[in-house]
């Protein structure tokens, strides 16, 4: 038993406060902090818009090339409005599925 609660502690030391998950309110994500958000970010977000954007009794299937066309076009939207916020360009270029 103590040594569980030891391994428990020493990983708990060792991975730190900064591997917390930390809250993401994409209405104050601009679009500027968007497209330079490291990768693994931006999968996130993206896979959180498809299922925001979908209708809500839709089957739970992500589909590949709605989500790459998504993707460009959040983009391209984004590229040419960086300080603009990423619901609003979500809003302007992810169709409801």
């Not at 809250?23 to 330079?36: H, N, P, V, Y």
């Not at 984004?78 to 609003?88: F, Q």
């Amino acid at each position: 038993m103590i040594v569980k609660s030891v391994i428990f502690g020493a990983t708990f030391v060792l991975v730190g406060s900064s591997a917390l998950p930390q809250d993401l309110d994409f209405s104050k994500i601009t679009c500027k902090e968007f497209i330079s958000a490291p990768k693994d970010e931006v999968g996130t977000i993206l896979t959180w818009l498809e299922a925001f954007y979908t209708k809500e009794n839709a089957p739970p299937i992500l589909y590949a090339d709605k989500t790459l066309k998504d993707a460009q076009n959040l983009s391209a939207y984004c590229n040419a409005h960086g300080d603009d916020d990423l619901i609003k360009a979500a809003d302007t270029v992810m169709p409801v599925k």
